[in-house]
């Protein structure tokens, strides 16, 4: 049997590593589920979702350009914003009072390759920089789609430093982090 790490996976596999793991299921209209995400470039539609949805542990929505990232950390509904590039001051600021998170996800920077893989690690780590100034939430995911592609707890803290975060800052992006934000999610389930 794995050890299990004081680590919580907001989207990956099923596995005995983590004490918790999600996988949101990925949305375009009002449907219930503990961890879903909405992926539109809408911002009316996404805030019309919000609006329909009904009781959700854990909402991802994904990013898209400034503007629309801006409008996704107004919403408090919101738990975390995935692919969170470009982000600027204002859109941290906010991401932060609303204790919305920006998501690092593993499994997407080793997918890329070449170019594409160093324009995202550029994106990320001015991501977590700006984050960091603004005392912005980030959390730590693995993307895991099956059991072969799983990382373990010390990988995805690996990751936040090779990213410019300190150690106990990414070892909270896997657990502290993502517990603040599961239990947002319970309290918008109780009201």
Known sequence: MLK????????????EMYEEVYTPERITSPEEGEAI???????????????????TKLIF???????????????????????????????????????????????????RRGYARSRLIENLKNTIRVSKKNHAPIVITSGSANEFTLKSPRTLVAFGKILGME?????????????????????????
């Open 4 to 15: 299990r790490y004081l680590a919580i996976d907001l989207r990956g596999y099923p596995n």
């Open 61 to 111: 929505v994904r990013g898209g350009d400034l503007k629309l990232n801006r409008g996704i950390v107004q919403e408090k509904r919101v738990s975390v914003l995935s692919d969170p590039y470009p982000i600027d001051d204002v859109t941290a600021r906010k991401a932060s009072e609303n204790k919305i998170a920006f998501e690092i996800n593993v499994e997407e920077i080793i997918r």
């Open 37 to 55: 995400e909405i992926c539109l470039d809408d911002l009316s539609e996404i805030k019309r979702i919000l609006r329909e949805l009904g009781k």
């Open 167 to 191: 150690y106990y800052e990414a070892k909270s992006a896997i657990y502290n982090i993502p517990k603040m934000i599961l239990q947002k999610g319970e309290n918008e389930i109780k009201k």
